[in-house]
């Protein structure tokens, strides 16, 4: 079994920043695929960044250049820092865990990420 806790969610005006966290309990932290995915109400969840083991990242187009994941594994979190947000950023953010060619798949329950002035 395995948890993962975000934080670091919140109220942010546009132009500002946000770091979310996303804490992972249980073993082999290091053998997942991690990732960011948000859902904007009436929308579907989307792919946001993720990080595989090796430590190669990928971005969805409309955060490119905005945010960046990241990985320690020393504490089993990964991060997601985000830079010039955006109204359009606003959604709830979900941590994910994958371990490759297993089906393995966990979900956090989400931090609420609001951009408005």
């Known amino acids: 079994q395995v948890q993962l806790v975000e934080s670091g969610g919140g109220l942010v005006q546009p132009g500002g920043s946000l770091r979310l966290s996303c804490a992972a309990s249980g073993s082999f932290f290091s053998v997942f695929v991690m990732g960011w995915y948000r859902q904007a109400p009436g929308k579907q969840r989307e792919l946001v960044a993720h990080?595989?083991?090796?430590?190669?990242?990928n971005y969805g187009d409309s955060v490119k250049g905005r945010f960046t994941i990241s990985r320690d594994t020393a504490k089993n979190t990964v991060y997601l820092q985000m830079n010039s947000l955006k109204p359009e950023d606003t959604a709830v953010y979900y941590c994910n865990a994958k371990i490759p060619n297993s089906g393995y798949d966990y979900w956090g329950q989400g931090t609420q990420v609001t951009v408005s002035s």
């Open positions: 990080i595989t083991p090796g430590g190669s990242r």
